[in-house]
């Protein structure tokens, strides 16, 4: 069959009856992410129960009614699936919720839906923002944020660290230029120590997270951190943070050597 004329059988198909159908047990469809910004690979996949020959899945993409792309894709010996594509073109250019529909055989069909952002509206920050360090002045952090806006940056002394407050708009990343000289991560014997990464949700539960290193020299390290729309606060953690944090520790270890001298002292006097 010409291929043109079975994408035109497969939309007029889909204009009479619409897109209200019920979910088959038999397929599935599913995106890696809900969020999407122009440029972006989108990777659909799901799984077919029974394999019926050699039927592919057609899968068409619609935004607000409008198909922006159609396809044939092979099902695998395993009942799998999966079909990447670019969210550009002239097809991907207006913000909103765009519907994924996977039809197989005669009525078996599967959706779901993402939300795509244009790049005219993706909001991205370049910036230094000037940390307050008490007693030890200020420092500059130069950062680099895409999807959302950096709130606030504190220094956490109790976990060796700092606490960002941020408002994720969207999906992003965040890139930070980390100072050695104020923030880092060593183990003992001088060498570069991951930092732990922990992101607050929306719903309030925190959870580890990875980063990416792209720099490493003698005086900074430069991370990026990936958040999901709605996230509110990110933790770095580290091994030192600011001299500030070392008086601190000076005070606690004092205190700690004068109780020490106390006891050894008593005990003394009680063996006399």
């Keep these: 069959m010409d291929v ?26 599913q995106t890696d992410k809900e969020n999407y910004d122009e440029g972006d690979v989108i990777v659909i996949s799901g799984k077919v129960t029974t394999i019926i020959g050699d039927t ?30 670019i969210a550009e073109g002239p097809q991907w250019k207006s913000q909103g919720i765009y519907s994924v529909k996977t039809v197989y055989g005669g009525g078996n069909i599967a959706e779901t839906e993402f939300k795509f952002t244009p ?33 606030d940056i504190s220094i956490e002394p109790e976990i060796f660290g700092l606490i960002l407050q941020i408002e994720a708009t969207d999906d992003g990343v965040l890139t930070l230029d980390l100072p050695r000289e104020y923030i880092d991560a060593e183990k003992q014997n001088g060498k570069d120590e991951v930092f732990i990464m922990l992101v607050e ?70 063996k006399i």
């Design 201 to 270: 949700k929306q719903n309030g539960e925190i959870i580890e997270t990875v980063y990416e290193e792209s720099v490493s020299n003698s005086n900074v390290r430069t991370v990026s951190i990936n958040f999901e729309e709605g996230d509110r606060e990110i933790q770095i953690i580290g091994t030192y943070v600011i001299p500030e944090f070392g008086m601190i520790v000076m005070i606690v270890l004092t205190v700690g050597i004068m109780a020490s001298v106390l006891l050894t002292r008593n005990r003394f006097q009680i």
């Design 119 to 151: 790049e005219s509206l993706v909001l991205e920050t370049t910036s230094n923002y000037e940390v307050k360090a008490g007693s030890s002045g200020t420092f500059d952090i130069q950062y680099t944020m895409r999807g959302g806006i950096l709130e």
């Design 4 to 29: 043109k004329l079975f994408y035109a059988i497969v939309i007029l198909a889909t204009i009479c009856t619409g897109t209200a159908f019920a979910q088959s047990s038999l397929i599935s469809t």
């Design 56 to 85: 592919q899945v057609t899968l068409q993409l619609f935004q607000d009614g409008n198909l922006v792309e159609i396809a044939q894709v092979a099902v695998s010996a395993d009942g799998n699936y999966s079909h990447t594509l």
